[in-house]
């Protein structure tokens, strides 16, 4: 079974920053793709980066140009840095991994960025 552990979230005001953290109960080269998602409120969960084992990077349109998501295989560990956070980033933060056909995910990390 794998876990997946975010932590990060938090309000922080429009222009600001955060950065997420996803600490992977195994090596995270075992996983295909791993990858950050997000649910706003009322909305469905949506896209928003994701890196493969070798680390290929894709990000949502929205975000491009704002968010950086990396990885530090000795701690297992994959991140999100959010910069020049805005109202519509508020939503609840997921970590997703992928070794194969079974998708793990994490609890979720509330994020908000008040106007």
């Known amino acids: 079974q794998v876990q997946l552990v975010e932590s990060g979230g938090g309000l922080v005001q429009a222009g600001g920053s955060l950065r997420l953290s996803c600490a992977a109960s195994r090596s995270i080269f075992s996983f295909n793709v791993m990858g950050w998602y997000r649910q706003p409120p009322g909305k469905q969960r949506e896209l928003v980066a994701t890196i493969t084992s070798g680390g290929t990077t894709d990000y949502a349109d929205s975000v491009k140009g704002r968010f950086t998501i990396s990885r530090d295989a000795a701690k297992n560990t994959v991140y999100l840095q959010m910069n020049s956070l805005n109202a519509e980033d508020t939503a609840v933060y997921y970590c997703?991994?992928?070794?194969?056909?079974?998708?793990?995910w994490g609890q979720g990390t509330q994020v908000t960025v008040s106007s």
């Open positions: 997703h991994a992928r070794p194969g056909y079974i998708n793990y």
